[in-house]
């Protein structure tokens, strides 16, 4: 456990010195605020369910930009080697930076608070919805941090590694729409690994464990690949 919060602290730290991640903060706080306020603008509704739905999607987009860099940089800059020699397991490598991305992509949807305290003020929102849909979120953000460590883990070029996951999380989040007019199997596949159609029950204020399920089960799957794609280094 130890190892792991040592190299959760370097990654914490590495992302708050990192440009890009700033970058992809700074775009993913400015667009989802103006997405609020015009949200708010239109339905004239005390929720934030639609403003949430669109912070989801955004998240998706910056998601790679802050992943990018948690292997494909190590194995660019020469440290790869230094790291897997250090005393720590491939499974401590991968918990730990997988840890610190989430904690940066929490510290980047903090701010976010400001929109419950914008509804506070003007009425009085569905505080167990506004959770369940941060629930949501961060379960979204956990899955797709996976991805985008995985997709990492297989390259040294840190814009085909963002490429990469951004292409996976598109995917993901369009596969439920491929469903509409199809029956049987591939109906029931694709509308089970579409991302969206998990996070609607989230956002209307409803924790379904199948969906809970969803996000852990492929996020530990992806966690899992990592850990598999460090230990092939060891076999060249």
């Known amino acids: 456990m130890r190892n792991v919060l040592t190299l959760f602290r370097r990654e914490i730290n590495a992302s708050f010195l990192s440009p890009m991640a700033y970058v992809a903060a700074t775009f993913f706080l400015f667009i989802s605020g103006v997405f609020f306020y015009k949200i708010l603008e239109f339905t004239r509704e005390v929720t934030l369910r639609y403003a ?42 991968v918990a730990g930076k997988f840890l610190g991305a989430m904690g940066f992509i929490v510290a980047m949807l903090a701010p976010t608070g400001v929109y419950v305290i914008s509804l506070a003020l003007i009425g009085e929102p569905d505080y167990g919805a506004v959770v369940s849909a941060y629930l949501g979120i961060f379960l979204m953000g956990t899955l797709f941090v996976s991805i985008g460590l995985f997709v990492s883990s297989l390259t040294s070029n840190q814009i085909v590694a963002a490429i990469v996951t951004f292409i996976s999380l598109i995917c993901l989040w369009v596969a439920g729409m491929f469903a509409i007019g199809m029956s049987g199997p591939l109906n029931d596949f694709l509308s089970y690994v579409g991302v969206v159609g998990h996070l609607q029950s989230f956002s209307k204020g409803i924790i379904d464990t199948r969906d809970v399920i969803y996000f852990l089960s492929l996020t530990a799957f992806f966690l899992f690949l990592s850990v598999r794609s460090l230990e092939t280094r060891k076999w060249r």
Request: proline share 5%.
């Open 52 to 93: 949430l739905d669109s912070v989801s999607f955004f998240l998706m987009c910056v998601i790679p930009l802050v992943t990018m860099r948690l292997f494909a940089e190590e194995k660019k800059s020469g440290t790869m080697e230094v790291l897997m020699t250090a005393p720590v397991t491939d499974f401590q490598v």
